[in-house]
């Protein structure tokens, strides 16, 4: 369930089961050895009890030793206590809705549909739960840091007609940010190729190797600190804008990643970082973990410990954020991608109200009468947190972060207007950008 606190919108810690066949790698290895090689950001005593909990299941029967070996088709449940970063309280503002389409405006720290750490607290979701808006069609994706016009398409004839204005590049988009310093009076071009540094924390930068892409920008109005920009991204590579006004010289203000100390003196000014991508990811990292702020990036310590790599998640911004940190999910949670309508259809699947259990357990000495099957459901109340939401085996329960301020989860740019053959939707300017807006 949902709760609110501090401006922020806040989901309580809940049991999911991640599902899947065995990997074509697996076959022949045992589950001691995949977890210690390939899901290295739990110790192999958190698997140890975790099977003696009763949360390992090896084709739907419980695992009671890790030794087993693999076979070709064998099917592993496992079951995790989730926690999902806050995100900003600010609602979802409905702008059209009528027979073919849903357009919205998102609020920036929401990711469109699930992915890594992010499920309950997704446009898709909240859409479903709180709209009774379900089996809604993604027709584009904006980064999980920007706010604004967001379509969906009701069904299957509407989502196809749109690709296909997509593909022809019919389509218009219209950005608006608010950037470092004087940005110039007349229009820039930028040309550069951007590739991809990190899926994992969603990291791109300009290099001659990456792909092509091509963004117009317009400045609007300059208050003599920072300016105003329209932005017309003609290519939809992932954070172009955000890149190419690092490159620019002239970054999103609060940027999480492009304007920061990490890419040095010139935070990446001409695409000049004298940084490998390796110290550049760490730098990054390490500038957000100082400031307790791993959350805005999407990520958590556990992300960061695990070894693997997203191999699925393509240029999707918002997969590229987070890998999860589990056992048998090695890219963004498989039924939260691949589905998302499956899942705004019912919505409660796989999910149980975290059940408390003694947080002073020692993960080597967890009985199996504590296993998951053994909790009954909370009743929660919308506004209330309870303190017992714990869970032995989790780390997220045993660590305390400071929650983001509703301030640090905006982002100065903003989709105004989405322009079809048939069809133009726009969202009111943001406060952020008006010209006599002051910081």
């Given amino acids: 369930s949902y709760?609110?606190?501090?401006?922020?919108?806040?989901?309580?810690?809940?049991?999911?089961?991640?599902?899947?066949?065995c990997k074509g790698r697996?076959?022949?290895?045992?589950?001691?050895?995949?977890?210690?090689?390939?899901?290295?950001?739990?110790?192999?005593?958190?698997?140890?009890?975790?099977?003696?909990?009763?949360?390992?299941?090896?084709?739907?029967?419980?695992?009671?030793?890790?030794?087993?070996?693999?076979?070709?088709?064998?099917?592993?449940?496992?079951?995790?206590?989730?926690?999902?970063?806050?995100?900003?309280?600010?609602?979802?503002?409905?702008?059209?809705?009528?027979?073919?389409?849903?357009?919205?405006?998102?609020?920036?720290?929401?990711?469109?549909?699930?992915?890594?750490?992010?499920?309950?607290n997704t446009v898709i979701f909240i859409l479903g739960k709180e709209h009774d808006l379900k089996e809604l069609h993604t027709i584009h994706r904006l980064d999980r840091m920007t706010s604004g016009v967001l379509m969906f398409a009701k069904t299957v004839e509407v989502s196809k007609r749109i690709d296909e204005q997509v593909r022809e590049r019919q389509l218009?988009?219209?950005?608006?940010?608010r950037v470092v310093g004087e940005f110039p009076e007349h229009e820039v071009v930028c040309e550069e190729p951007i590739m991809v540094v990190s899926y994992k924390v969603g990291v791109c930068r300009v290099d001659p190797k990456g792909k092509s892409c091509k963004t117009t920008f317009q400045r609007l109005s300059y208050n003599g600190q920072t300016s105003v920009v329209k932005c017309l991204p003609r290519t939809g590579r992932t954070h172009q804008i955000r890149v190419h006004l690092q490159y620019l010289g002239h970054p999103i203000v609060n940027d999480p990643i492009y304007n920061m100390e990490a890419w040095g003196p010139s935070r990446g000014k001409g695409g000049k970082i004298d940084k490998t991508d390796e110290e550049l990811l760490k730098a990054l990292v390490e500038e957000h973990r100082s400031k307790q702020s791993l959350d805005?990036?999407?990520?958590?310590?556990?992300?960061?410990?695990?070894?693997?790599?997203?191999?699925?998640?393509?240029?999707?911004?918002?997969?590229?954020?987070?890998?999860?940190?589990?056992?048998?999910?090695?890219?963004?949670?498989?039924?939260?991608?691949?589905?998302?309508?499956?899942?705004?259809?019912?919505?409660?699947?796989?999910?149980?109200?975290?059940?408390?259990?003694?947080?002073?357990?020692?993960?080597?000495?967890?009985?199996?009468?504590?296993?998951?099957?053994?909790?009954?459901?909370?009743?929660?109340?919308i506004g209330e947190k309870s303190s017992e939401e714990k869970d032995p085996l989790c780390i997220e329960c045993r660590m305390r972060r400071r929650d983001p301020s509703p301030k640090e989860l905006v982002m100065y740019l903003h989709a105004l207007r989405y322009k079809g053959a048939e069809f133009e939707y726009c969202s009111k300017m943001p406060e952020w950008a008006m010209e006599d807006w002051e910081e």
């Fill in 172 to 177: 218009e988009k219209e950005y608006i940010c």
């Fill in 296 to 381: 805005i990036l999407g990520v958590s310590e556990q992300d960061l410990n695990s070894d693997t790599e997203s191999k699925e998640c393509g240029n999707s911004s918002d997969c590229a954020k987070s890998v999860q940190a589990d056992p048998v999910n090695e890219n963004c949670p498989a039924e939260d991608s691949k589905d998302p309508k499956s899942d705004a259809k019912h919505p409660e699947r796989n999910d149980m109200t975290a059940c408390p259990l003694s947080s002073n357990t020692n993960l080597e000495t967890l009985d199996k009468s504590e296993e998951l099957g053994s909790c009954e459901n909370q009743d929660g109340q």
């Fill in 26 to 120: 697996w076959v022949g290895r045992s589950l001691r050895h995949v977890f210690s090689t390939e899901f290295r950001a739990q110790p192999l005593a958190y698997y140890r009890a975790a099977a003696r909990a009763g949360r390992l299941r090896l084709n739907e029967e419980p695992v009671s030793d890790l030794d087993v070996v693999l076979k070709n088709n064998d099917f592993l449940r496992n079951t995790v206590h989730r926690h999902e970063p806050p995100v900003t309280a600010q609602p979802i503002q409905i702008l059209v809705e009528n027979d073919e389409v849903v357009v919205v405006d998102k609020p920036s720290s929401l990711p469109v549909h699930p992915c890594g750490r992010f499920r309950h």
């Fill in 3 to 21: 709760y609110f606190e501090g401006g922020l919108r806040k989901v309580r810690p809940y049991y999911f089961d991640f599902r899947t066949y």
